[in-house]
């Protein structure tokens, strides 16, 4: 067959062809745009195992008979061998893309995912949740509770001041409300995606859009007020 070193984009039309190559298949299903660092990630393992690995691209949003293999958090990536699934991870990141597609090559043993456990804990125990580019989708976007995202740096005075009341209000609302924290340095996709201008602003979230934003260090009353209007019509 041929020699494939680029992602192959594949979707319900051609997933059955892909999956059949005869080759171990690391499918990566994503919605609507896949996180730049995340798909150089694709990119250099499919010409680094070129031969030996078809690396494909699903958009779960455009391509609903194939997402139905994924009712997780996305991205996720699902490994293939002999067209049987041999793996599952949710909201990857480019290291554990490496790992997970060493494990389908038999190069490492199988990862332990760490991360969205540790950001549950986080929440349920009324502290901030610490967000990335390539996590927002599964803490933000499908979290069951409304969330208020904190998009800060720091270097930033006022997002500074304005942390101790989030963390306040974290406490609070443990369980009603997540509060989470997006570093825009570190994560420059999510600010430019909502179009974020100046910092700090919080976007506030319910069922994964936005109700609400505030831009600048507002006063903890105020803030209070406005995320309580949020929980009252949840």
């Known amino acids: 067959m041929a020699r494939f070193d680029m992602p192959l984009n594949t979707n319900d039309q051609s997933i059955d062809r892909v999956l059949n190559s005869g080759l171990p298949v690391a499918l990566v299903l994503y919605s609507g745009s896949l996180d730049a660092a995340l798909d150089e990630a694709l990119r250099q393992v499919a010409k ?11 958009d779960a949003q455009a391509n609903p008979r194939a997402a139905a ?47 969205p456990v540790r950001a549950q804990a986080a929440a349920a125990s009324g502290k901030p949740v ?18 208020v995202v904190d998009l800060w740096a720091p270097w930033c005075t006022p997002c500074r001041m304005i942390a101790p009341v989030l963390e306040k209000l974290a406490k ?35 069922d994964g859009k936005i109700v609400d934003r505030v831009v600048g260090a507002a006063p903890e009353p105020a803030l209070r007020q406005r995320l309580q209007s949020v929980l009252a019509v949840h």
């Open 48 to 58: 680094a195992d070129a031969g030996q690995l078809l690396v494909a691209r699903l």
């Open 172 to 206: 609070e609302y443990a369980g009603q409300m997540k509060i989470a924290k997006v570093n825009v340095d570190e994560n420059p996709r999510t600010s430019s995606q909502f179009n974020v201008r100046s910092i700090p602003t919080l976007l506030v979230f319910r």
């Open 69 to 115: 293999q994924n009712s997780g958090p996305l991205p996720a990536l699902i490994g293939y061998r002999d067209g049987q699934e041999t793996d599952r991870a949710a909201v990857i990141t480019p290291s554990s893309f490496r790992a997970h597609v060493d494990y389908l090559l038999g190069r490492g043993s199988r990862p332990v995912e760490l991360e």
């Open 130 to 147: 610490v967000v990335t580019d390539a996590t927002f989708q599964a803490e933000v976007v499908n979290s069951d509770l409304p969330v």
